[in-house]
């Protein structure tokens, strides 16, 4: 079966750092740009970074520039997200996602998602 499971995710104070990993099995990721997103209670899922196949591009929203990075290690077939001095408002389920195409950080240009980890922020 093809599998993208999230991991790394958990409760941290403000100002604090998580790494979450995204794990690919059954396929490589070599080929496919992939995306980080998230959704928070009660908004719309929004992309927070994305990475093109061969990692020599990358976007960020907004508000997470400067905090987060995310990169990849395709001989690993693992896609990472670094975030620091996190903020209450990062709190959100974090989903990684493919793609067969590089191209804007939306959700309906990624094919298919994993299940998500819970980042939570909180004092």
Request: aromatic fraction near 12%.
């Amino acid at each position: 079966q093809l599998q993208l499971v999230e991991s790394g995710g958990g409760l941290v104070q403000p100002g604090g750092s998580l790494r979450l990993s995204c794990a690919a099995s059954g396929f490589t990721l070599d080929y496919y740009a992939i995306g980080w997103f998230r959704q928070a209670p009660g908004k719309e899922r929004e992309g927070v970074s994305c990475i093109s196949s061969t990692g020599g591009s990358t976007n960020y929203v907004d508000s997470v520039k400067g905090r987060f990075t995310i990169s990849r290690d395709n001989a690993k077939n693992t896609v990472y997200l670094q975030m620091n001095s996190l903020k209450p408002e990062d709190t959100a389920v974090y989903y990684c996602a493919v793609s067969r195409i590089w191209g804007l950080c939306l959700v309906p240009l990624y094919n298919y998602w994993g299940q998500g980890t819970q980042v939570t922020v909180s004092s």
